[in-house]
């Protein structure tokens, strides 16, 4: 199967006019839920970090600190990613599921395409692009978040905030948290591609399929993310 | 021509073809009737390799398709048109696209060339002016011409249809009827609709096969198949009290 889908494409110009298409899909209109979900939650582990640090004494700018590393390490590439998965996912299973029991990917396979690499390498390829940038827009929204949180609360000022997330910087976390995106873009557009291409029977059986792909990538993606934080970090 | 030869599929436990042999002439329209249920359409997806054969061969002009492998398969693929039962138009492509698709992908042309091409194809359907429409802004008639529009789209060697009347009144069935038989004599194709549809029997069926029970029960003419003493025939042609009927007057005529 991976040496159907990886196979040299019989026009270079439609792959890539294909993930041009498929960046819009899946990235582009992805923009605005990754936004709005990194916003609330970035403020809401600032706001949670505030309420549990009372003691004297830790330093008021671990607030900053702890936002920071929640959000880099984990939040932004793994629980965006299981949002997307959610999203993207049963977009993916139920457009190429569809198109399966319509006879679409057949009348594919008739003309002599590669169904499965007309249809699911450009998303592939477009998800591994696009996840990396969407998931450092959320690092920087969380962060606006809790900062905005913790302004509209007046728990703690912005110099002491940003000494936080400055505090202890790893270059590093950001290229974890890419490398984990990248990995999980893969995961999920093939987990939901699979559950898609293979479907058989009728709409309801799309939209089981769909469920379960977006269930299967959830797991994977936890699997994935501890295999890969022992790897990365240890 | 295309040449089967003992065909068997079975799907688990249930053998749907049993050791199916025949020819597909060139230029003729071929019919594959049956009712229901009797292997059909899964003859036809085993000729075009959407099932692959349990045992038998599938003939395209002396090349054997059913020993290919997937690239070999690829460019006699190329030479088949496919109208599928629900048209199987690409939702997300209009319908210049969707008749142009196998243009853009296999051929060298210009979209200049294409788009005349796609329109010459689609004046051939009747459908002149329709390009910039999506499928679901089609009624069934439509898709299904724009379907076969996209499979005359590379000028094939082969055209299979699939049930091309199901779903049709009986004036845009007879349309669609007469653009195959049209097309298949313009072409030269080797034509191949699976039907249970009688009418299109009457109409276009210059060489019939009747599948019945997974084997290939009889073969012939349109003209035969009226008169055929064969029971299991008869009980599909005249299976409604009106066609028994016109059975009971050719009888009485004959005597």
């Not at chain 1, 979900?37 to 900053?64: K, R």
């Not at chain 2, 020819?23 to 329209?29: A, P, Q, R, Y």
């Amino acid at each position: 199967m991976l040496k159907i889908l990886f196979a040299i494409p019989a026009k270079w110009r439609i792959l890539w006019r294909r993930i041009v298409s498929e960046l819009e899909i899946i990235g582009i209109s992805s923009l605005f839920i990754v936004g709005l979900m990194s916003l609330f939650m970035g403020g809401v582990i600032a706001l949670n970090t505030a309420y549990q640090l009372t003691t004297p004494l830790l330093p008021d700018y671990t607030v900053g600190y702890i936002t920071q590393q929640s959000t880099f390490l984990e939040f932004s590439p793994t629980v965006m990613s299981l949002i997307l998965a959610g999203k993207v996912g049963s977009n993916i299973a139920s457009e190429i599921g569809t198109m399966r029991v319509t006879e679409q990917i057949d009348a594919l396979e008739i003309m002599g395409v590669n169904s499965l690499n007309y249809l699911v390498l450009p998303k592939i390829i477009a998800a591994m692009l696009f996840f990396p940038i969407l998931i450092i827009c959320s690092m920087v929204l969380s962060l606006i978040g809790g900062w905005l949180a913790l302004q509209v609360s007046g728990l703690i000022n912005t110099e002491v905030y940003v000494l936080g997330i400055r505090s202890f910087f790893d270059p590093f976390h950001i290229a974890y948290a890419l490398i984990k995106s990248v990995c999980f873009a893969f995961l999920i557009v093939s987990v939901s591609s699979y559950y898609g291409y293979y479907v058989r029977g009728g709409s309801l059986d799309v939209g089981k399929a769909s469920t379960q792909a977006i269930v299967t990538s959830s797991v994977v993606i936890l699997m994935a993310n501890f295999i890969l934080t022992k790897l990365l970090l240890f | 021509m295309i040449e089967v030869h003992n065909i068997n599929k079975s799907f688990g436990d249930l053998q749907v073809l049993h050791d199916i042999s025949t020819t597909f002439e060139k230029g003729k329209v071929n019919l594959i009737i049956g009712q229901s249920g009797q292997g059909k359409s899964v003859l036809a997806k085993c000729m075009v390799g959407l099932h692959e054969v349990d045992s038998g061969n599938v003939i395209y002009e002396g090349r054997d398709f059913t020993a290919m492998n997937r690239n070999q398969r690829s460019q006699i693929r190329q030479q088949i048109g496919m109208l599928f039962q629900g048209a199987a138009l690409f939702d997300s492509l209009n319908v210049e696209e969707n008749v142009g698709f196998p243009l853009s992908m296999f051929s060298n042309k210009s979209s200049l060339e294409i788009k005349k091409r796609v329109d010459f194809c689609l004046e051939r359907v009747n459908l002149s002016g329709k390009n910039s429409l999506l499928p679901s802004e089609c009624s069934g008639g439509m898709q299904k011409r724009i379907g076969i529009a996209r499979a005359i789209s590379m000028n094939p060697k082969y055209l299979f249809c699939d049930e091309p009347n199901s779903g049709l009144d009986p004036k845009t069935a007879i349309l669609i009827d007469g653009l195959i038989q049209d097309i298949t004599k313009e072409y030269d194709m080797t034509t191949v609709v699976i039907t249970h549809d009688m009418n299109s029997v009457i109409e276009i069926g210059e060489n019939v096969i009747f599948i019945y029970d997974g084997k290939k029960w009889w073969q012939g003419d349109k003209k035969s198949i009226i008169t055929t003493d064969n029971p299991e025939i008869s009980n599909f042609v005249y299976a409604s009290e009106f066609m028994k009927e016109i059975r009971q007057n050719i009888q009485n005529t004959r005597s």
